[in-house]
């Protein structure tokens, strides 16, 4: 079993920053894929950021230039560092991370943005 610990969370005004962080524990060989996706009540899960192992990126249009996602794969931990947040970024965000061709995702941490 993989376990993910998720932290960095939390109430920042608009235009300000945060970092998230992801580590993964348990029974893990390799992590290939790292990502963050989030969700608003009622609403699909989506995509903000992933990165491969070897350090490739891809970002959703509504974070690109305002979010950078990085890992250190000895600690099998990942962040997404965030600046310029809007109110519209609010949502859980949830870690995401592959072993094997297995997806395993965080409980979660909330984001809110107030203006």
């Known amino acids: 079993q993989v376990q993910l610990m998720e932290s960095g969370g939390g109430l920042v005004q608009a235009g300000g920053s945060l970092r998230l962080s992801c580590a993964a524990s348990?029974?893990?060989?390799?992590?290939?894929?790292m990502g963050w996706y989030r969700q608003a009540p009622g609403k699909q899960r989506e995509l903000v950021a992933t990165?491969?192992?070897?350090?490739?990126?891809d970002y959703a249009d509504s974070v690109k230039g305002r979010v950078t996602i990085y890992r250190d794969n000895d600690k099998n931990t990942v962040y997404l560092a965030m600046n310029s947040l809007r109110p519209e970024d609010t949502d859980v965000y949830y870690c995401?991370?592959?072993?094997?061709?297995?997806?395993?995702w965080g409980q979660g941490t909330q984001v809110t943005v107030s203006s």
């Open positions: 990165t491969s192992r070897g350090g490739s990126t």
């Open positions: 348990g029974s893990i060989v390799s992590i290939s894929a």
């Open positions: 995401r991370v592959t072993v094997f061709f297995k997806a395993y």
